[in-house]
């Protein structure tokens, strides 16, 4: 089985192309990333987030119990720890997968206002501006964690308030004011940047994964559907071994049956006595025959259809095959009292074909065509020359014709056109047509079929150019070309 990128639904054309040249493909990330995916990396980092964070907020409890003078150990330890506790939640919720993805950006942006509360109660409490840093390491911090403009856009809002309102409050210096106020700028731009090319980072990121998920997805079709065609040309072909064997094995009996029902026709051995017995011996012999001819076109079907059937070439007169042709359906023309005309072009003398498919090929037709041509019709056999050089073969009947519904089926195999009162329902197994396509297109031609209801069906056969011979080779000169 070889699969292709033509099998890759995912692939297009210029992907081919790249592919081809050793270019790596990349898909547009703008049409590809949406926001619910960014979400759900978000989500999918709040845990392990949320647990780092939380053990910083642990050793800054610890730290300022030990290190912060009082009063203010207290109450800072105590906001850290109730931080450290928020963190611990949010860490467990997440491990537990109980956060949602459309939750995940307000849970971080909530985590963020609480150690910006934090950072906010510690500048307050210790009236110490230079505590401003810690406002510059969570907007830092910010920029790395979020990947939504808008919360990312609502949080330095938050920020900035949150210093406007503690400079007001604690004691002012506008030296160190202005200097943590250039600090906390240039933090925001590092956030924004950060956050700006992970913003794109990711949305490639995204768009990689879903370019992969979608070629993967498109190989396993295919290899689906290899994996189906295998197991179907498995079964066509035991199919095929199956109506080899069967025909092989019937084709003896049959034989035999109509062989002895036409000896008994006959009266080889002596008269029968009673007619009737006759008329049985009658259709014994066209039941038999019938079979016969259906054993055939299966055989000579799955030998077309698995490419074994053998063309072998030869030149001969055209007009005397077309005869042949007609002299093999004159007894069914006559029965149905139906006037067969022959016309061939006296240009076209020669071909150089398979001489057995070709009769093989306009014996169907015409036998077709009578079939289906009512009592008092006419069936013309033409055969002429293009002006392009191509040779034309046709069969054009007065019969009861088809629709355009069942000309589309006319030439699938077991397919049989409908009863009609002009001409009964007729034998036959629908395999004619389906193996005379099969057969022209073995001999290099076109096979086409015009039809109209009520008036009649035209068969063409287009063989090419190359087919036209100008003489008969004589055994001398084919002796003479053989020893040169």
């Known amino acids: 089985m070889r699969i292709g990128l033509a099998d890759v639904n995912g692939l297009s054309k210029s992907d081919d192309t790249e592919m081809s040249s050793g270019k790596a493909v990349a898909p547009d990330a703008r049409m590809d990333a949406t926001q619910a995916d960014r979400d759900e990396i978000t989500r999918d980092s709040l845990g392990i987030t949320a647990a780092i964070v939380g053990a910083i907020y642990l050793f800054l409890g610890i730290s300022h119990i030990f290190f912060v003078p009082a009063p203010h150990n207290v109450p800072l330890a105590a906001g850290a720890i109730v931080t450290l506790l928020f963190f611990g939640a949010v860490a467990l919720l997440s491990y537990r997968s109980k956060v949602p993805v459309a939750a995940a950006n307000p849970v971080l942006f909530g985590a963020a206002l609480v150690a910006l509360s934090n950072a906010s109660m510690h500048i307050y409490l210790t009236d110490d501006l230079m505590q401003a840093t810690n406002l510059a390491l969570i907007l830092i911090g910010w920029g790395l964690f979020v990947l939504s403009l808008p919360w990312f856009i609502m949080f330095f809002c938050c920020t900035a308030v949150a210093w406007l309102v503690l400079q007001q409050v604690v004691t002012y210096d506008a030296e160190v004011f202005s200097h943590y106020t250039f600090m906390l700028l240039s933090a925001a731009g590092i956030s924004a940047a950060t956050f700006t090319a992970r913003f794109k980072t990711y949305n490639r990121v995204i768009a990689y994964r879903k370019h992969d998920l979608q070629v993967q997805e498109s190989l396993r079709q295919a290899m689906a559907r290899g994996f189906e065609a295998d197991v179907a040309e498995e079964r066509n072909d035991a199919k095929d071994t199956f ?242």
């Open 243 to 484: 109506i080899a064997h069967l025909s092989h094995e019937l084709r003896t009996p049959l034989n035999a049956v109509v062989g002895f029902s036409q000896a008994m026709k006959m009266e080889t051995m002596g008269p029968i006595g009673n007619p009737k017995y006759l008329e049985y011996v009658q259709d014994i012999t066209d039941a038999g025959n019938h079979l016969t001819s259906i054993l055939e076109d299966l055989h000579d079907l799955v030998l077309v259809e698995k490419g074994q059937l053998k063309v072998t070439l030869a030149t001969f007169d055209v007009p005397l095959v077309l005869d042949s042709c007609l002299s093999l359906v004159a007894h069914r023309a006559e029965s149905k009292n139906i006037h067969v005309q022959s016309e061939c072009d006296p240009a076209l003398a020669f071909l150089s074909s398979d001489k057995q498919r070709f009769r093989q090929i306009f014996v169907n037709l015409l036998t077709n065509a009578l079939k289906y041509t009512p009592e008092r019709g006419s069936v013309l056999f033409k055969a002429s020359i293009c002006d392009d050089g191509r040779l034309l073969f046709e069969v054009i009947d007065s019969g009861v014709g088809m629709s355009s519904e069942e000309l589309k089926k006319a030439k699938a195999p077991f397919w049989r056109a409908g009863p009609d009162m002009s001409v009964g329902d007729v034998e036959g197994s629908g395999l004619g047509l389906a193996i005379t396509t099969q057969l022209v297109e073995l001999l290099g031609g076109t096979f086409e079929l015009k039809s109209e209801k009520g008036v009649g069906t035209t068969a063409q056969v287009w063989l090419p150019q190359s087919c036209r011979a100008y003489e008969m080779p004589s055994a001398t000169s084919f002796a003479q070309d053989w020893r040169a």
